[in-house]
């Protein structure tokens, strides 16, 4: 599986080499600053919403906004407040962040005579340069898929949908490296600041790496289960650490760029907020990777015992439960209202519209002819490719292979759903 690269840090020399903030005054140099901080928190955020779509929006809004310090608040308000309930601790800190945010840009807007407009030129001109970034970046980072070499036995009792390498989880890594891959890459492009510039060439080339780990399945697939949950651990504290590295240059380079002590405070103040709140999201990350993979051999002791009582239920289950029905074309008792099937095929009928599509359910009514069928051949023919003993039926009967995946359609549709996107 290739990886696309967002840009090829592992070749990647030509850094400029002009004298830092040479060419800007303090107060544009520290607006600068103030936009990556307000970028990192912003995208820290979004990555724990889900499929969130309005970035290049909000994005867009305070490029535009004429207050760009209360537009950074409000952006961050507003996503902050759409964060995943688990992660709410670290939501707030950001929170608490945008308005140190917003104090800042308001305090730079006083500390030199005719720089507003400078400082308002230099977050529109970044964010809007962000956005465009952002886009190639997220276009371009790995689609995680589980892959599906499973056995007969699995696919006999629907276990084929049991993930085995954590796939959601290595693709909730990429999503959180997006942002952070975005904003390094631009600021190794355009980063005023030297030093920032080299860590950023070198964070790419991290993040990078740790792309192209996560996308390797076959790796993921040979790891046992603890291993698996480790590595993943083991990146997510890499990437959570990134930011503080940045922040250790941005923070010295405030007073090389000679800006007012209130000014500094004020970043400082923001940077370390947002540090502090990235590194409680990392623990609640953790968290989430611990309950989602287990912890440890025991727990997939314990898990494999339930798993193997499941199977041996499953198995009596059927040997006592799935009896062939016949069409009533085939056996005339199971299209009479008399017949001994009815409540029993009315059942089936009932779970068989659970699957088909709106247009083609049948009615319900305990009779086993035509329509019900054709509706039996349908389910094998949309089906017999994901479980080979429910491949190929005419509809005359239903065998107890078909009536076990009927049966047991409902608890795993939304998991099926995914096989067929």
């Known amino acids: 599986m290739s990886t696309n690269r967002v840009l090829d840090f592992r070749s990647y020399h030509k850094l400029n080499e002009a004298d830092e903030a040479d060419d800007a005054s303090g107060a544009v140099n520290a607006a600068d600053q103030l936009v990556d901080l307000f970028i990192q928190a912003y995208g820290a955020l979004v990555t724990k919403i889900g499929d969130y779509k309005e970035?290049?929006?909000?994005?867009?809004?305070?490029?535009?906004?004429?207050?760009?310090?209360?537009?950074?608040?409000?952006?961050?308000?507003?996503?902050?407040?759409?964060?995943?309930?688990?992660?709410?601790?670290?939501?707030?800190?950001?929170?608490?962040?945008?308005?140190?945010?917003?104090?800042?840009?308001?305090?730079?807007?006083?500390?030199?005579?005719?720089?507003?407009?400078?400082?308002?030129?230099?977050?529109?001109?970044?964010?809007?340069?962000?956005?465009?970034?952002?886009?190639?970046?997220?276009?371009d980072a790995p689609e995680i898929k589980e892959s599906n070499n499973f056995s007969a036995e699995e696919q006999d009792h629907l276990y084929l949908f049991e993930k085995n390498t954590f796939s959601d989880e290595r693709q909730e890594i990429v999503k959180k490296i997006v942002p952070i891959f975005a904003q390094v890459t631009y600021l190794a492009n355009n980063s005023p600041l030297k030093d920032l510039k080299a860590e950023c060439v070198k964070i790419g080339?991290?993040?990078?790496?740790?792309?192209?780990?996560?996308?390797?399945?076959?790796?993921?697939?040979?790891m046992k289960r603890k291993e698996r949950k480790d590595k993943l651990a083991e990146i997510l504290g890499k990437i959570s650490e990134i930011p503080t590295r940045m922040q250790e240059i941005q923070t010295k380079a405030l007073v090389k760029i000679g800006i007012e002590s209130k000014v500094q405070s004020s970043i400082k103040s923001a940077m370390d907020i947002i540090n502090k709140a990235i590194e409680t999201l990392s623990k609640e990350e953790e968290t989430q990777i611990a309950d989602n993979a287990g912890?440890?051999?025991?727990?997939?002791?314990?898990?494999?015992?339930?798993?193997?009582?499941?199977?041996?239920?499953?198995?009596?289950?059927?040997?006592?439960?799935?009896?062939?029905?016949?069409?009533?074309?085939?056996?005339?008792?199971?299209?009479?209202?008399?017949?001994?099937?009815?409540?029993a095929i009315k059942g089936y009928q009932e779970k068989i519209n659970s699957i088909l599509p709106e247009?083609?359910?049948?009615?319900?009514?305990?009779?086993?002819?035509?329509?019900?069928?054709?509706?039996?051949?349908?389910?094998?023919?949309?089906?017999?490719?994901?479980?080979?003993?429910?491949?190929?039926?005419?509809?005359?009967?239903?065998?107890?292979?078909?009536?076990?995946?009927?049966?047991?359609?409902?608890?795993?549709?939304?998991?099926?759903?995914?096989?067929?996107?």
């Open 55 to 139: 970035a290049g929006k909000d994005l867009t809004e305070v490029a535009k906004a004429d207050n760009k310090g209360q537009a950074m608040l409000d952006t961050i308000t507003k996503v902050a407040g759409k964060v995943d309930p688990k992660y709410k601790e670290a939501s707030t800190q950001m929170a608490v962040a945008g308005r140190k945010l917003k104090d800042a840009y308001e305090t730079l807007l006083k500390t030199e005579e005719g720089a507003a407009d400078k400082i308002k030129d230099k977050i529109y001109q970044k964010t809007i340069d962000y956005i465009t970034q952002l886009g190639k970046t997220a276009k």
């Open 295 to 343: 912890e440890g051999e025991e727990d997939k002791k314990e898990e494999d015992k339930k798993e193997e009582d499941k199977k041996e239920e499953d198995k009596k289950e059927d040997k006592k439960s799935y009896e062939e029905v016949k069409s009533g074309n085939v056996d005339k008792e199971n299209l009479t209202k008399k017949g001994k099937n009815l409540e």
């Open 205 to 222: 080339k991290e993040l990078q790496g740790y792309y192209d780990i996560l996308n390797k399945e076959e790796d993921w697939e040979k």
């Open 359 to 421: 247009k083609m359910k049948i009615k319900p009514d305990g009779l086993y002819g035509q329509n019900t069928e054709k509706a039996v051949a349908k389910i094998s023919d949309m089906y017999g490719a994901l479980v080979p003993e429910i491949k190929g039926l005419d509809g005359k009967s239903m065998t107890p292979d078909f009536l076990k995946f009927i049966n047991k359609y409902e608890e795993n549709k939304d998991k099926i759903k995914e096989l067929f996107k």
